[in-house]
């Protein structure tokens, strides 16, 4: 039972609810302000940034975290970065940027730490009643709000898989969210399960700091370089976006082939998606490190013994240290799972247009796509759409509701379509498709009305 | 911006990076004044057209913003004042104001003069300004882009060129009814209509609407 510090819930009217203050929390609470709409955004920790905040308690940011996109691609559109600063930023200078960005739009004074969203409840056809729990002991409080944004994100729920025998392996086995500091590698003989950025990023730290490192990789991946014809590889590939078609294909084709020919030396599996389809790598390092022997690869762990790894090929390794970079699950915890279409065996939100939920036309979530670019400008688009929609909702309906049926139509582009090969796939998009429709959802709402 | 504009950014190459001049005077820094500092109150940020940049609004403008209150700033864009010249057209210099507009404590009502005018229109294009000052603007775009974050525009114009068809296109591109001062656009750094000007600017700035 649920202790709650007053009977009657405090009504907020037309304010509404933001969960999380990380990236996606604070561009949705600006992007609110500005259209006009009074705005509580909760932040479960007692910092603002979330996962580029070392100072979050949950935070998953392992040693020398960059970002594996390039500041043009990745700033906040309406806020650059400064242009002095590098390709990549770090993960520090990410974390200065968000400051930045929630003083410079006042955004501090509409964040509540410590506290987090225990439930969320639809009340009254379209409005929300949310139990906020305090961190330090003293009671939940409940309030209505006249729509929820949920911007929790999808990197705090450890993915971890489980291999025979792993209970009573004698070494330390650490998520990479766990690996705080690059020192607790030193000198060590490392293994690094998982191909995805972050177990490539921390092979490659093993390799300079770690007396050895292997890496268990079980799939094929795009291994693309920071750089690409002397431009961010990101740079140079959207920009062959403008050229024609059946152009653009070819050059693509020749941008990559030398790095899928040096990872086919490499001995290394060749993808079987595109590399559109999903995240690719992103780390000029990592095929060095392999090719001059400071990584060696193997396939995908089999079992643990004693003190032992052994791998699907037969062959075993002994490390000190295991590292699983195995990716985090989705999961929102405070909304009942059927108002964001969860169904049936499938743990996956299905969300009109990635952000809506199929059921209450108020509740939306940010971010919770991988479009294979930054994931900041996405945000952005998504919850310009979102309060310039629920601003439209407020005065015309019947535009509203107009739009409601174009975003339906529009999302039957996005709808999941698992591949089942890794959990985080599911939240891949194309980001030039998903970039286009919501475009197209952004221009129906900009449209004057016919008058 | 449209989401359609800033795609075709993120694909054309950045303006090269600068050091840009950047003339500051905060409301604390006047000594002779007294002045009251509102931490509410949206900082300025000032360019001109003309090859002066930042000095230009330091003879006057910048102390009489701080002395209303706010954090008064002016920005040399690329070729002006002691910022180096480098490649790029108007975008680039858009690009200068609106990298000196992130740099300041708080959102920033752009204010651009003569060509400036021009530049500050295509940055509150990309940077939701606090509000948006075109004083005598000129070689403005036809159809200037729609400012994000729907900033309140004042449009003032010298008395000879209130007729002009210029003046009357930025007049129905925004929809708002240009301000007319005395004098001549290179007036109003130094004549004797620059300070009654700059009150008005000011005045509206602090209007509640």
């Known amino acids: ?451 | 911006m449209s989401l359609q504009a800033w795609v075709r950014r993120t694909r054309v190459p950045e303006p090269a990076s600068v050091r840009r001049e950047i003339a500051v005077v905060e409301p604390a820094d006047l000594l002779d004044v007294e002045a009251k500092d509102d931490p509410e109150a949206s900082p300025v940020l000032c360019c001109t057209g003309e090859s002066a940049g930042a000095a230009a609004f330091s003879a006057l403008w910048l102390k009489r913003i701080a002395g209303s209150g706010r954090y008064a700033a002016a920005v040399s864009v690329r070729g002006q004042g002691n910022t180096p010249a480098a490649p790029g057209g108007v975008e680039a210099r858009a690009h200068d104001l609106v990298q000196a507009a992130i740099g300041l404590p708080r959102q920033a009502v752009l204010v651009g003069h003569g060509a400036g005018a021009a530049w500050a229109a295509l940055a509150a294009a990309r940077y939701p300004a606090a509000a948006l000052v075109l004083v005598a603007p000129h070689k403005l775009p036809k159809q200037p882009p729609k400012p994000v974050g729907d900033p309140k525009v004042l449009l003032a114009v010298d008395e000879s060129d209130a007729q002009s068809k210029e003046a009357q296109a930025i007049t129905d591109a925004y929809g708002v009814a240009p301000l007319t001062f005395p004098g001549v656009s290179g007036d109003v750094f130094t004549g004797p209509g620059a300070e009654g000007l700059l009150d008005t600017i000011l005045s509206w700035l602090g209007r509640r609407d």
Request: net charge negative.
């Open chain 1, 1 to 451: 039972m649920q202790e709650y510090s007053s009977q009657a819930a405090y009504d907020r009217g037309e304010a509404v609810c933001v969960i999380g203050a990380g990236a996606a929390g604070l561009i949705a609470v600006k992007n609110l302000r500005e259209n006009g709409f009074e705005v509580d955004c909760y932040e479960r920790d007692t910092v603002l940034g979330g996962l580029w905040n070392p100072e979050n308690q949950h935070s998953p940011l392992y040693p020398n975290t960059h970002l594996v996109t390039s500041r043009s691609q990745t700033e906040i559109p309406d806020f650059p970065m400064p242009d002095d600063w590098p390709d990549y930023p770090s993960a520090s200078q990410m974390l200065d940027y968000l400051k930045r960005y929630a003083s410079h739009f006042g955004l501090a004074e509409h964040i509540w730490y410590g506290s987090e969203i225990s439930h969320v409840e639809p009340v009254e056809g379209s409005r929300f009643e949310v139990v906020v729990k305090p961190a330090a002991g003293s009671a939940a409080r409940r309030l209505r709000y006249g729509a929820v944004i949920i911007a929790t994100g999808h990197h705090w729920v450890p993915n971890l898989p489980s291999y025979p025998g792993q209970d009573g392996f004698r070494g330390t086995v650490l998520h990479s969210s766990q690996l705080k500091d690059g020192s607790r590698l030193r000198g060590k003989s490392v293994l690094v399960v998982g191909g995805g950025n972050s177990g490539i990023d921390i092979a490659c730290e093993a390799a300079v700091n770690a007396a050895e490192c292997v890496h268990s990789v079980r799939r094929g991946y795009w291994y693309l370089p920071k750089y690409l014809g002397g431009e961010p590889a990101d740079y140079a590939l959207a920009r062959l976006r403008r050229r024609p078609s059946w152009l653009r294909g070819f050059l693509t084709d020749r941008l990559l082939k030398g790095h899928r020919e040096l990872s086919a030396r490499m001995g290394m599996e060749a993808p079987d998606h595109r590399h559109t389809d999903e995240e690719p790598i992103r780390n000029g390092r990592y095929l060095e490190h392999v090719g001059d022997g400071s990584i060696r690869r193997r396939p995908d762990v089999a079992r643990f013994d004693g003190g032992e790894v052994a791998f699907t090929d037969g062959t075993t390794v002994r490390p000190d240290v295991v590292v699983l970079a195995t990716g985090y699950k989705p999961k929102i915890a405070c909304c009942p799972p059927g108002l964001l279409g969860v169904e049936g065996d499938s743990a996956h939100p299905k969300l009109l247009a990635r952000m809506f939920s199929p059921r209450v036309e108020t509740l939306a979530v940010a971010g919770l796509v991988e479009p294979g670019v930054g994931t900041l400008p996405i945000v952005h688009w998504q919850t310009h759409a979102i309060s310039h929609w629920l601003h439209i909702r407020k005065g015309d309906p019947e535009r509203a509701a107009n739009f409601r049926q174009q975003v339906v139509s529009e999302s039957a582009q996005y709808a999941v379509d698992s591949t089942g090969i890794s959990p985080r796939h599911q939240l891949a998009v194309d980001a030039e498709e998903y970039l286009a429709g919501l475009g197209r959802i952004i221009d129906t709402l900009e449209q004057e009305p016919v008058k």
